[in-house]
């Protein structure tokens, strides 16, 4: 009797909107099994997907809720832990102008959660999967050539950076690491001015997760598979 193939499980985090929920329907229609998540109050579009999805809630800036959640999953190993939440501030902020407050707010939610994320729950992932998260072009220092986003652009260098350190911590490592840019898209926060459509992003950035699935290492791509240089 012929036995069916292993479903393949992401746990994807931020997928409650934007690119996350884009990248949560496009898993599905993959024939993924996607564990997404959301804050407590924004899981609503989630819920309108069908597939083998199940639903968690966690806000990744509060440690006691990471701690909840790699609770709640001890029990599960996934291929794919991908970290896609993020933030920005008002895009007219220059390192000059924000406030204390709001450079926090952007670090702590696209730089340091992440990487608490990353470490939290490395141990369910396969020992042939892939840990990837979200930055962003603007993270190159190399690109940086007419300055503006400068704190996002600043939290997605940090990202890079960490990522970078973590790697290091597991060079003997056989697991894939990625840094993923995936363009700028046209979502609530890339705005309708942006070049690329979900449609455009989302499925290539997809196809370049998979693509890299097995390569050891850190890689820094966009949503083509094009290295992006630090």
């Known amino acids: 009797m012929q036995t069916s193939a292993r479903q393949n499980t992401i746990l994807l985090i931020g997928a409650s909107r934007g690119l996350g929920l884009a990248m949560t329907a496009e898993y599905l229609k993959r024939g993924w099994r996607v564990i997404a998540t959301g804050r407590a109050t924004s899981t609503d579009k989630l819920r309108q997907l069908s597939g083998a999805l199940e639903i968690e809630t966690v806000d990744i800036t509060l440690p006691e809720q990471v701690a909840d959640l790699r609770a709640r999953l001890?029990?599960?190993q996934i291929d794919v832990l991908f970290v896609n939440a993020g933030v920005k501030n008002d895009d007219r902020e220059?390192?000059?102008?924000?406030?204390?407050e709001e450079f926090i707010r952007v670090m702590?939610?696209?730089?340091?959660?992440?990487?608490?994320?990353?470490?939290a729950f490395q141990d369910l992932v396969a020992p042939n999967g892939t840990i990837g998260v979200m930055s962003s072009g603007q993270g190159s220092v190399t690109n940086n050539v007419?300055?503006?986003?400068?704190?996002?652009?600043?939290?997605k260098a940090a990202l890079n950076m960490f990522m970078r350190s973590f790697a290091a911590r597991h060079a003997d490592d056989p697991r894939?690491?990625?840094l993923m840019a995936p363009?700028?898209?046209r979502t609530d926060m890339g705005g309708p001015e942006a070049r690329l459509s979900i449609e455009e992003s989302i499925p290539n950035l997809l196809n370049t997760i998979d693509a890299y699935a097995g390569r050891s290492g850190l890689h820094y791509l966009d949503y083509l598979g094009r290295v992006v240089p630090w």
């Open 108 to 119: 702590v939610t696209n730089s340091l959660s992440p990487m608490r994320v990353v470490e």
């Open 176 to 178: 894939t690491l990625l």
């Open 94 to 100: 220059t390192i000059a102008d924000v406030s204390t």
């Open 183 to 185: 363009g700028w898209v």
């Open 146 to 155: 007419n300055g503006q986003y400068e704190v996002y652009r600043g939290s």
């Open 74 to 76: 001890a029990d599960r």
